[in-house]
């Protein structure tokens, strides 16, 4: 069997406790891949108050997100040609270090260019999370583990909020990358110490042109989405630019794929139609999470008079839907092995309920609001872990770092495009209604922003204030039904996914000879 040993699933169905001390450490860095952004955009206020630069504020983000999506499919393919672990520690390291030199920075140019390094290092830390338990545990037994990583997902969207403003009033906001260090030691010090994967050592060299055309062109189309509408109109000079420059680049960039001898995004895979289907689900559930998790805050803060302070308590209906139905999702597939209803299911429910939040008005209830969110959460459940598992069993064990980093990426984008245009149809419609309500009151109240904080909104006039909270109705009517519409993508994508049986075996299965478990051995 080649080179790797592999182990099989004990009788009892639990894992080796060393599995179960990796799975915890590569827990704690999927921690620290999701919750960095939520700690440090609440910190955003107190930055600009001590270093200034407030005109360069959106780099600070956008420099992370750019160096995020770009390496994202270069760490896969690293991971794939040279050993999952060395790469994943290699992110990690990074990842640290930009962390520290973030919280070190003197100047914003300064804290833009260490996020970048940061970001660098997060592009490897999903995909190696992905990849490994790929690695480590079957995909039929993986589905177990779907609950911990939703678990983790929704911890940290919850919590990031409440810790980043905790960190920033009490420690400082520098505290808010030194956190990030302990938590990655323990990672490394797990990692380094429990987990043993076959080494690999490529004879063919890597991929730089691929490389560098993959990145200009991600680099491209995040930018694009990023400006577009805010710092420039979308049919500026500047947003033709980046368009002309990303579609020239991934043309070039495909054509070459079919030239590299190690190429960094082999096309092969997405012959497979189920990997394919996967990664279109994956962009729309990208598209339609950030969306909703943008805008319902917004929603109910404005409309409802929320406080912005437990913002992230504000998405616990649909948080917790998600973990309770990604955790029966992966329970039902591990004992029957089947998955091909729960992409469909997951699909209908974000239908409706997106429809259903296009619904709300400012007169619905928060009770109302929160039955809604639930019915989404419910769809995303039913996706989120299912779409990587169902991903992974579509390649070979060679591809399994550049299939996680594919669908990471695709969901990566495809949340970029749910934020941008999502937020350009919203702040357009707010800015309508509150002309049509306000007259040259509501344009000048939204001249500077189509968003208000609470504090800002409670010292508008009342015919102002009254005007504006229609108009976010109005908005979130129009995102929430962009995307219902959308989520119909994945349905008919859903629809089309051919159910083929996953590797490995069920608690209650045989072990199918013929299909070797793609598990490898971890001391």
């Not at 962009?482 to 089309?496: E, K, N, P």
Request: glycine residues 12%; hydrophobic residues 50%; aromatic residues 8%.
């Amino acid at each position: 069997m080649a080179d790797t040993q592999t182990a099989a699933v004990p009788e009892d169905g639990k894992q080796p406790r060393s599995v179960r001390v990796v799975l915890l450490a590569l827990m704690i860095t999927m921690m620290l891949a999701m919750l960095d952004n939520m700690i440090v955009g609440t910190a955003m206020p107190t930055i600009v108050g001590e270093l200034g630069g407030l005109e360069h504020l959106s780099w600070v983000v956008t420099a992370y997100t750019l160096a995020t999506a770009a390496s994202t499919p270069v760490w896969g393919k690293l991971g794939d040609m040279y050993g999952r672990k060395g790469a994943f520690m290699s992110s990690i390291v990074i990842f640290l270090i930009g962390s520290a030199l973030s919280g070190m920075a003197q100047d914003m140019g300064q804290l833009i260019g260490f996020r970048a390094v940061q970001g660098l290092g997060a592009g490897g830390l999903m995909v190696g999370v992905m990849a490994i338990i790929g690695d480590l545990i079957p995909p039929r037994e993986r589905g177990k583990y779907q609950g911990m990583m939703a678990g983790v997902m929704a911890i940290a969207m919850i919590g990031g909020p409440l810790v980043g403003g905790t960190i920033t009033d009490n420690w400082g906001w520098r505290w808010s990358f030194y956190i990030n260090l302990p938590l990655g030691v323990v990672a490394l010090t797990a990692i380094s110490a429990v987990l043993h994967l076959p080494k690999k050592r490529a004879k063919a060299r890597i991929d730089y042109l691929g490389v560098v055309l993959l990145t200009v062109g991600i680099s491209s189309i995040v930018l694009v989405t990023t400006w577009g509408g805010t710092e420039y109109a979308w049919t500026s000079a500047r947003i033709m630019e980046l368009i002309g420059i990303g579609v020239a680049s991934l043309i070039g960039f495909v054509f070459w794929q079919t030239k590299a001898a190690e190429p960094v995004l082999p096309l092969h895979i997405f012959r497979s139609r189920n990997f394919t289907l996967m990664s279109l689900i994956g962009f729309v559930t990208g598209f339609v999470m950030f969306g909703a998790t943008l805008f319902l805050p917004l929603y109910q803060q404005s409309v409802q008079g929320a406080s912005a302070t437990n913002s992230g308590l504000l998405l616990l209906p649909m948080l917790g839907a998600m973990l309770v139905t990604s955790m029966v999702a992966g329970r039902v597939t591990t004992n029957t092995g089947r998955y091909y209803v729960f992409p469909v299911l997951g699909s209908v429910l974000m239908v409706v309920g997106l429809y259903l939040m296009s619904l709300m008005d400012t007169d619905t209830s928060r009770f109302t609001s929160g039955v809604y969110m639930a019915v989404v959460g419910l769809g995303m459940g039913c996706l989120m872990q299912i779409t990587m598992l169902v991903a992974q069993n579509s390649v070979e064990m060679k591809d399994m770092g550049v299939a996680s980093s594919s669908t990471t990426l695709f969901r990566t984008l495809g949340s970029s495009f749910g934020v941008a245009i999502m937020g350009a149809l919203f702040n357009s419609r707010v800015q309508d209604v509150m002309a049509e309500r306000a007259g040259s009151l509501g344009s000048k109240v939204t001249e500077q922003s189509a968003q208000l904080d609470a504090a800002s909104l409670a010292k508008l006039p009342v015919v102002a204030r009254e005007a504006y909270q229609h108009a976010v109705s109005a908005g979130t009517h129009s995102a929430f039904l962009l995307g219902s519409v959308v989520a119909v993508v994945a349905l008919i994508a859903a629809v089309f996914v051919k159910e083929v049986p996953l590797k490995g075996a069920g608690p209650k299965a045989e072990a199918d000879a013929s299909a070797p478990a793609p598990m490898v051995e971890a001391v």
